[in-house]
């Protein structure tokens, strides 16, 4: 087996993807980021929420927001539903593993919120419960998927934002999300500081 062969091989998969899809994602993208500021400035906050890689991306884009991305700035009200294990061991084990974000987003969530609903199959049944209770309180949703949307692309309202990755690799999907995440920090950054 040629390693180095492998790794320039995903490297150029990886690369190819995101130039490909660039100009698709860059109007949702563009889109979130507005959502997302104009929620913050109306003191609304973000829950962000995804299992697996998913919930290290979750934790991640709140680490980013509460802290800073690239620019300096007072801390942003962003929250993690992935990190507090008591909480979510406590919910899988009263009640059942679908529930971990959405009792979460029903006692925190508040209409002037937004979720950020991350999922590479578009179908985990936690982040598909999440997004019906961020709905039940009238807070907005940006919505991380892959492939084809899967069932967060069905039950998504018209005034939701979805940023779907048209492919059916989960390596690629994240590294799509984490760029995707990082694109929006810099425009959240952007618009609240006024950079051109």
């Known amino acids: 087996m040629n390693l180095i062969q492998r790794i320039t091989s995903t490297f150029t998969e990886s690369a190819n993807l995101k130039l490909e899809i660039m100009g698709q994602l860059a109007t ?8 997302m500021q104009q929620c913050l400035m109306e003191d609304g906050k973000i829950l962000s929420c995804g299992n697996g890689g998913s919930a290290a991306d979750a934790q991640h884009f709140a680490a980013e927001l509460l802290n800073r991305f690239e620019m300096e700035r007072p801390g942003l009200a962003a929250f993690c539903l992935t990190c507090d ?6 919910i899988a084990n ?8 959405s009792k979460q987003v029903a006692a925190l969530g508040r209409p002037k919120d937004l979720l950020l609903a991350i999922s590479t199959s578009g179908s985990s049944r936690s982040v598909v419960e999440a997004v019906s209770a961020a709905h039940d309180l009238k807070m907005g949703v940006v919505a991380l998927t892959g492939h084809s949307g899967g069932v967060i692309s069905e039950i998504l309202q018209p005034e939701d934002i979805h940023i779907c990755v048209p492919s059916s690799s989960t390596a690629r999907i994240q590294e ?19 950079v051109e």
Do not use: M, N, W
């Open 85 to 90: 294990s008591s909480t979510l061991t406590a």
């Open 176 to 194: 799509v999300h984490i760029l995707a995440l990082h694109c929006l920090c810099d425009a959240i950054d952007c618009l609240l500081l006024g």
């Open 28 to 35: 949702p993208i563009a889109a979130a980021a507005e959502r």
């Open 94 to 101: 009263d009640y059942d593993y679908s529930q971990v974000f």
